[in-house]
Structure formats: structure tokens, C-alpha cells
Antibody, heavy 121, light 107 residues
């Protein structure tokens, strides 16, 4: 079964760091670009970051550039999102998502179920 | 950044209705547009890519059209399973933006 399972969410204090993970299974992971998309409570979808199949290209939303870092480990079929200097506006459900090709410039064709980040002191 | 604007924000409809949702881009994006369906508490699901290509397994009552700056998602005959929120997303530019969503609710 093709699957994306996120983990690592939870309660983080403002200014601290958090690392989200995503485990991929059921498909040839290093054939695909990957993305993170978030959704604040009761709000719409916000694309956050994307990475190509070989980590050669990374892309970030302007709102998170310099503070969030996307990375992947193809040997482990894993995707990561490092969130530094947590802000209240980072509180959201974070979805791991698969791009439709190896290029980061394609649409998203598969989504995980998400992991929730809460920011509070 | 390219801004994506969906209309309406909420749409009230009945089973069997023909439903149309519009998505407008702040600048031309060619046909680099996807549509997603999201139900409460669930992950989004891809419906349409490249403006008008139907994703495998998606019912043929869903269709997409448009290019440049104006796009539409049409549900030809609304089914009970279709009550959900729909999002467009452009993937033309470096920063791929979503529309704000259109909630299709029971009339």
C-alpha cells in the first residue's frame, strides 16, 4: 500500500526547534520529489517547502525561508522538516506530500494524514 | 508571489446539481493548475492536474478547464460524497500557492 506517515509533531515552545519526519512506503521513494504543506486550524492549505528526488533542488515559501529546512534520506525512505525559532503562526497540521515526478516543479499527487504542531509557552 | 483567488468561498447545492468553482490567478500560469478535494479531518485528494487532466480513479463527473489566469472545476452531478472543500493550486512559479478554498455544503 502506498503510504506517507508523518511523526514528530507536538507541543513546542516559542523560539525552540522541532523536527518533523515522514516515512514513505509502497513506492520507489527516490523516484519522486517531496513536499511539506501545512494547514492552520480552521484555515486553508499553505505550501511550505519542496525537495527534488536527489536533494539537488529545494524550494521554500517566502514566509518560512531561512527558518525551516526540508531534507530527505533516500536510504531510509524518509523526509524531514526542521522548524527553528518556532512562532505561534507555525501551529498547524503538517502534511507530507509526494510530487508527481522527480522534479520539485510538479504538482502533488499523494498526501499523508498529517502531524500536528502546537506552539505555546 | 502568484495569488490564487477562488469563488465562491461557500457554495450551497443539492444532490444532482451541476456545480462550478472558479479559480483566478494574479498572473498567467499556463495550464499548471491542480484541484484537490479535502474532507474534514482528512488529507487532501488530487482530482485534476494540468488544468484539465483527470487523476486516475477520480469519477468522470469531475472536470477541469481553463488556462492562463482563469480556471474552473465542474462537478456535473453532485453526489453525497462530494460535499467537501475544494482547493486549486498553481505550480507554475517557484512558490506554489493554493486558493483559499471553496466549501460545498448541503443546501
Amino acid at each position: 500500500e502506498v503510504q506517507l506517515v508523518e511523526s514528530g509533531g507536538g507541543l513546542g515552545q516559542p523560539g525552540r526547534s522541532l523536527r518533523l519526519s515522514c516515512a514513505a512506503s509502497g513506492f520507489i521513494y527516490d523516484n519522486y520529489a517531496m513536499h511539506w504543506v501545512r494547514q492552520a486550524p480552521g484555515k486553508g492549505l499553505e505550501w511550505v517547502a519542496g525537495i527534488s528526488w536527489n536533494s539537488g533542488s529545494t524550494m521554500y515559501a517566502d514566509s518560512v525561508k531561512g527558518r525551516l529546512t526540508i531534507s530527505r534520506d533516500n536510504a531510509k525512505n524518509a523526509l524531514y522538516l526542521q522548524i527553528n525559532s518556532l512562532r505561534p503562526e507555525d501551529a498547524a497540521l503538517y502534511f507530507c506530500a509526494r510530487g508527481a515526478s522527480s522534479s520539485v516543479y510538479y504538482y502533488i499527487d499523494l498526501w499523508g494524514t498529517g502531524t500536528t504542531v502546537t506552539v505555546s509557552s | 508571489d502568484i495569488q490564487m483567488t477562488q469563488s465562491p468561498s461557500t457554495l450551497s447545492a443539492s444532490v444532482g446539481d451541476r456545480v462550478t468553482i472558479t479559480c483566478r490567478a494574479s498572473q498567467s500560469i499556463g495550464a499548471w493548475l491542480a484541484w484537490y478535494q479535502q474532507k474534514p479531518g482528512k488529507a487532501p485528494k488530487l482530482l485534476i492536474y494540468k488544468a484539465s487532466s483527470l487523476e486516475r480513479g477520480v469519477p468522470s463527473r469531475f472536470s477541469g478547464s481553463g488556462s492562463g489566469t482563469e480556471f474552473t472545476l465542474t462537478i456535473s452531478s453532485l453526489q453525497p460524497d462530494d460535499f467537501a472543500t475544494y482547493y486549486c493550486q498553481q505550480y507554475n512559479s517557484y512558490s506554489r500557492t493554493f486558493g483559499q478554498g471553496t466549501r460545498v455544503e448541503v443546501k
